[in-house]
């Protein structure tokens, strides 16, 4: 009984052993078989994907993925067998890189978050993998069923987990390779290698821009020495150089001329570099090469410049120092040591300013005249504060104008004109001008080119100096607003203008040669006796105007009255056959719409009667009820080739003025389309809804307050369109394209219509595809739409940005930088408009925005807008104004300012403008 008992375990434990072994012999067939397809892969990629297709197969998963678990608490997907999961992010509630698993319920071992849902899936197995380099990925595979996976499906993931992690480095490694290949084959530099290890060092690669440098192709190069393309003499300095860096295998960089094979020579700039293999040893050497001939070139005209200069500034009277930051000589022409004579140092370079100036002191001193304070201690840095320099009396008798300037290295230029000539000449003029002194008018004397050297004190008030001094050595012509200078040959007399005390005065200037050099310049001030003329012409003008106005309203009032007459004839008519009933009711509708055109014809002509008297009380009307027969009224007058399509918002709008004008204006418009389209097929659109802008708009004609809420009616039609120059001149009175057909004064009254009740016009034309006319008739107050008011301010960030304020109210401009400082902007404020266009026309790039006013003397802000556009297109500017509600200037339209605000500004929005300035930068 006992050896059955042993009989029978040794059957038991052969069996388990044959399991084990089959086991064990189709885990190995799984492992072979996705060894086997994994190394039949042709891509990094494709292995990746026979990774992931075995698991499925043999694993009998649904779905598996590669994790990077560098992170703690989360993992991030980096290969996967759906794309749409690759780069997203798992937050798994255990520790994946502590050990494989062989999970049977996700649910039971806590919550997943991240991009991938997994509450479809119930079985996961983790296989963790550390690399040599400490990094930590895990292949990890899902799959539907609630139930575990077969034990062997774990050991094959444990298995291929490493195959997966070689196979990501690879595609990683294959995409940098790729990467680096593409960007040398593609760089603009030219690139050559050259075997370090092989005798002579042959060339193994070059890339196009090498072939493009040198004019050789590749196959020309290869297998051939660089020095083919060397210009430099064997023994140049540079050749040597790199011929011994070559043999060191080293790295360096060189400047060498080179030859291409068409012979031309050009200057090659060379970067050398060693390239080792794993071993640390040398393998190749890499030059990368560019062509800096025009560089060079640019260099040696620097210098011949710098040399011409030099010789220039030795050979002038005028004394020339130039200084390095530490205080040394640099540079000094020959009148320097003329008028500053320093025995030992004599100014040479690299001597030191404060021993060449010690110097001159000792020589000083030995003078009949005295040193003073001015030359005992110099301050070159509060000279080169003054822009006109300083005069200084030297102890020789002679008299200098110093001037000095910091250089942006902190080099310092220091000149020396002798001006005792010129100032002789004044002391024997003294005792002849003092009757000049006296004058009303200004008497100046200039030099040839136009610098006063005398004045009297009405030529200084008139050019505006404190007093006569500060305007010697000055030019007189510079005093003038935008008048180039010009060199007065003989007799001259000139009219000029200049900004004075925020004022524009004219003078009327007369130039005459003196006996030998120079002139006398006689100034008039003119300003009042011009004003006073113009005031004069002015009231001329105004009393033809009133004596034409009156005749015209004579004569209106004569032709309104007989049109009246007609008018009630039509009217009476049209009346009597709406009243007889045998009339069908199309012959009626049709009298009754004579009738109502009579009677707005008949209003629109007792205006001729009301020429000259002041406006008729406003009435308030509905929209689409003074709207509603438009389409019946013109339809019969438009060519059968013409379209007519209106298109009325149901939306109730009630209107402020008079409805027959709101009504004429839009028949106008609709006439203008039907003409613009002439002969040709075509069609015109109405169409009419509500309105109101999110922030004030600026239109051809009038500018609309975001507070406001319209009707915008507009009129397109399908003709030839406006050219640029013809609608700058739409608006104006009496400008027409018709010729004999046309008044000129349709668009100009329906403008004049619209700013009287403060709405608006604009026209959108396009040469050869059509018109589009939009006017905004102002519906009344209580109708605003509610969400109109602004938004609180928001937090605007200004930081970084500089802002010039140009504007001649000083109360205005304060609040403005106030409020724009506080959002961190650099506020710059100018009460000159002149001066705040020159100093953005000097740097452009310093200036982030422009805020201007509108009504300012000297230049108003379509000036400044105009000017700016020209000299700093780049730089964005914005516009305030009182005028805003009647501000016609085309200047300031659309594209030419950023913004328009009205005075009282809304400074939040004006600092959201400017933020979203900053934000698209």
């Known amino acids: 009984m006992a050896e059955d008992e042993r009989l029978r375990e040794a059957l038991l434990e052969l069996q388990l052993l044959q399991e084990r072994e089959a086991q064990a012999l189709r885990e190995t067939k799984d492992l072979l078989a996705c060894i086997e397809a994994f190394s039949m892969a042709a891509t990094p990629q494709d292995r990746l994907d026979s990774i992931f297709a075995s698991l499925r197969d043999r694993a009998k998963a649904d779905h598996a993925m590669l994790l990077d678990a560098a992170g703690a608490g989360s993992a991030r997907v980096v290969a996967a067998d759906r794309a749409a999961w690759v780069g997203a992010e798992l937050h798994p509630p255990l520790d994946l890189t502590a050990r494989a698993r062989n999970l049977a319920d996700l649910a039971l071992v806590g919550d997943w978050g991240g991009d991938i849902c997994l509450d479809g899936y119930a079985g996961m197995l983790v ?19 609630p139930h575990r996976f077969a034990k062997e499906a774990l050991n094959l993931a444990e298995r291929l987990a490493g195959l997966a992690v070689r196979a990501l480095q690879a595609k990683t490694l294959a995409a940098e390779n790729a990467l680096l290949a593409a960007t040398i084959q593609g760089s603009s530099s030219g690139v050559a290698i050259s075997d370090a290890q092989a005798p002579d060092k042959p060339l193994v690669y070059v890339n196009p821009a090498f072939e493009r440098l040198t004019g050789y192709l590749a196959e020309e190069l290869l297998g051939t020495n660089c020095r083919i393309l060397n210009a430099e003499p064997p023994d140049a300095p540079e050749r040597t150089r790199l011929r011994r860096t070559v043999a060191e295998n080293g790295s360096g960089r060189f400047l060498l001329r080179n030859r291409r094979k068409s012979g031309q020579i050009f200057w090659n700039e060379l970067t050398l570099f060693p390239v080792r293999d794993t071993a640390g040893t040398v393998s190749h050497l890499v030059a990368t090469q560019n062509d800096v001939s025009e560089r060079i070139a640019a260099e040696e005209d620097r210098y011949r410049t710098r040399a011409r200069m030099e010789q220039s500034l030795a050979a002038t009277d005028n004394a020339f120092l130039v200084l390095d930051p530490a205080g040394r000589v640099v540079f000094a022409n020959a009148a320097t040591s003329d008028l500053f004579p320093a025995a030992g140092p004599d100014w040479c370079p690299d001597t030191g300013f404060a021993e060449n100036w010690n110097a001159y ?217 709406t009243m007889d009933p045998t009339r069908h009711d199309a012959v009626r509708s049709h009298a009754e719409r004579i009738a109502s055109a009579g009677t707005r014809a008949a209003r629109l002509v007792n205006r001729l009667l009301d020429l000259g008297a002041p406006a008729p009380a406003r009435g308030t009307f509905e929209l689409r009820s003074v709207l509603s027969d438009l389409e019946a009224l013109v339809a019969p007058t438009l060519p059968s080739q013409v379209g007519l399509e209106v298109d009325i918002t149901p939306q109730p709008l009630l209107m402020r003025g008079d409805s027959s004008e709101l009504h004429q204006a839009v028949v106008n418009l609709v006439f203008n389309a039907r003409d613009a389209i002439g002969r040709e097929a075509g069609h015109i659109r109405v169409q009419v809804d509500a309105f109101q802008p999110e922030e004030p708009m600026l239109l051809l004609s009038g500018l609309l307050p975001e507070t406001d809420r319209y009707a915008r009616i507009r009129v397109g039609d399908t003709g ?90 000083p109360e205005v401009a304060d609040v403005l930088q106030s409020y724009l400082e506080t959002f961190g902007a650099e506020v710059a404020v100018c009460d000159m408009p002149q001066d705040g266009v020159e100093a953005v026309a000097e740097g452009p790039q310093d200036w982030s925005a422009v805020i201007t006013d509108y009504d300012m003397p000297g230049m108003t802000g379509g000036d400044v807008v105009e000017r700016l556009s020209k000299l700093a297109p780049e730089v964005p500017v914005f516009l305030v104004t009182a005028l805003a509600r009647r501000l016609s200037d085309p200047r300031v339209g659309p594209g030419r300012v950023r913004g328009v605000f009205a005075k009282p500004v809304d400074l939040d929005k004006l600092c959201g403008a400017l933020s979203a300035l900053r934000s698209r930068d």
Not at 134 to 143: H, N, P, T
Not at 361 to 375: D, H, I, K, N, S
Not at 415 to 427: G, R
């Open 127 to 145: 296989a963790p993998f550390r690399g040599a380099g400490g990094d930590c990925f895990v292949l990890l595979c899902l799959r539907a069923a």
């Open 361 to 577: 002191l000792r020589a000083a001193r030995t003078m009949p005249g005295r040193v003073t304070r001015l030359l005992e201690t110099p301050d070159l840095d509060a000279l080169a504060a003054l822009p006109s320099g300083r005069e200084v009396d030297l102890p020789d008798g002679r008299s200098l104008l110093m001037r000095a300037a910091r250089l942006g290295d902190g080099a310092i230029v220091v000149s020396a004109t002798d001006v005792t000539p010129l100032k002789s000449a004044q002391m024997l003029l003294e005792q002849r001008l003092a009757a000049i002194e006296a004058a009303r008018d200004g008497i100046a004397i200039t030099d040839h080119d136009g610098r006063l050297f005398y004045l009297n004190g009405a030529a200084a008030a008139l050019l505006g100096f404190a007093k006569p001094p500060d305007a010697l050595g000055r030019k007189w012509m510079g005093r003038y607003v935008d008048v180039p200078e010009v060199r007065v040959a003989g007799e001259a007399e000139l009219t000029l203008h200049r900004d004075q005390n925020g004022k524009t005065c004219t003078h009327e200037i007369t130039a005459s040669r003196l006996d030998g050099n120079g002139f006398v310049i006689v100034i008039r001030d003119v300003t009042e006796r011009l004003e006073t003329e113009a005031r004069e012409e002015d009231l001329k003008l105004a009393l033809i105007r009133a004596q034409r106005q009156e005749a015209v309203a004579q004569l209106a009032s004569g032709i309104a009255h007989d049109f009246n007459n007609l008018l009630s004839a039509i009217n009476g008519s049209a009346t009597l056959i």
């Open 720 to 809: 030839k369109g406006m050219t640029e120059d013809v609608l700058l001149h739409a608006m104006e009175p009496y400008f027409t394209t018709k010729g004999r057909e046309g008044t000129g004064l349709g668009l100009a009254i329906v403008g004049m219509q619209l700013g009287a009740i403060g709405g608006g016009l604009d026209i959108a034309s396009t040469p050869g595809t059509g018109t589009t006319v939009t006017i905004y008739w102002p519906c009344q107050p209580e109708a605003r739409m509610a969400d109109a008011a602004p938004a609180p301010g928001a937090c605007h960030d200004l930081s970084g940005m500089t802002i010039l304020v140009i504007d001649d109210e």
